[in-house]
C-alpha cells in the first residue's frame, strides 16, 4: 500500500500536489468558487454572518490560523481561531449570526466533535472541512465541505493539512463574493493563483535531498526553534509540531515578532532556527522585519534555515543554509513553506532511527476527551 515508499509519511508528504487539486477539482467555474455544499446556508445567511470561530487541534488548528488571515483580508470578516478542547470548556460568545468552522482530517477528534455539538446548541452555524466521509463532525454540521487528500495513514498530518488551507480558501473567496467585498475580477486572480499551486508543491518536493543531507547533518540537535510573521507564523508552528511528533526533539514555534519579548534568550551560539521569510516581492517592509530578525539572532550566533523566495538575494548572506521555494502570492505561501518542514522532521526521525508513522504516544484519531 506504500507503493514503494519507504513510509506512508514519505507517500503522504509526496501526494501534496494531487491533495490540493483534487480539492480544487470541480470547484472552480469561471473564474468562480462552485461548491455546492455551501447551499445549505443560502447567500443571504452567509452574507449576514458577523463573526467567525475556527475551531481544530493540532495541524488541523494550525490550518486555521492560515485561513484566519486570508478570510479576514478578502471577506473582512472577524475571525478567530481557538483549540475545540479551551472553546468547549468557557463560555465563549455565540450568537446566531455566528459561523463556526471546525477543521478535522479525521472527522472522530472528540474535542472538535464535542465543541461543534456545544457551538450548534448555543445557536451557531456549523461548517466542517473534514477528509473523511461519512465522519461523525460532518455528521453533526450544518455543512461541510470535504476535502479530497485521499486516506491519510501516517500519524503526523501533512496532505491534509494543504488540503484544508485549499478548502478554507475557496470557503474565504466564496464568502467574498457573497459579501461583494472582493470584485469578480479579484476573486479570479486568487483562485488562478490557487489553481497553480500543485505544480510549485512538486517543484518543493524536489528540494527533499537539500532537506534530507540537512537533516541527517542534523540528527543530534536537541532543540530546534522555527519562526515566522504573518501567515509563516502558522507554519512556523506547525513546522515545530511536526519535529516534536515526529523526532522528539524540544521544538518552538515563535510569531518572529515576539523574539525580543522573550524568545531571544533561549539563543546561544549554534542554536538551529528555521525562518520562514516572506516574499519580498509583496511587502518589503515584512520582508524587511523578517530579514532584521534573522540578523538579530545570528549576531547571537544561531545558525540560520532560511525558508525563502527562489532569488531572494537578501537572506543570502545571513542564512547557513536556504531552502528556496517558487513565487507565489503572500496567502498562499504557507502551502508550498510548510513542505520542507514536513520533509525536515521526518528525515531527522528517520535518522534517528524512529518510527515516522506511528510516533511514540500517539494515535491517528483522538476519540477521547
Ligand atoms: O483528525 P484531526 O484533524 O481532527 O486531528 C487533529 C490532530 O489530532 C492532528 O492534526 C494532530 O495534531 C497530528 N498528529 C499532527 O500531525
Redesign the pocket.
Known sequence: EKGGWSSFMAKEVSEQPDAVANTIRGRIHDGAVAVPELTAFGDDALAAIRRITII?????AYAGIVAKYAIEKWAGIPVEVELSHEFRYRDPVITDDTLVISI???GE?MD?LMAVKFAGERGAKTLSICNTQGATIPRESDAVIYTHAGPEVA???TK?FVAQITALYLFGLHLARVRASLSAEEIAVELHELEGIPEKLATVLRTGEIIRQLAHWMSDTRAVLFLGRHVGFPVALEGA??LK?LAYIHAEGFAAGELKHGPIALIEPGQPVFVIVPSPRHSALLHAKVVSNIQEIRARGARIIAIAEQGDAAVLPFADEVIPIPLAAPLFEPILAVVPLQIFAMELATAKGLDVDQPRN?AK??TVE
Not at 481544530?56 to 488541523?60: F, M, Q, S, V
Open positions: 481544530g487541534c493540532g495541524t488541523a478535522s482530517q479525521s477528534t472538535t500519524v503526523a498530518s491534509a509540531l511536526k511528533e500517539l484519531s483522538v
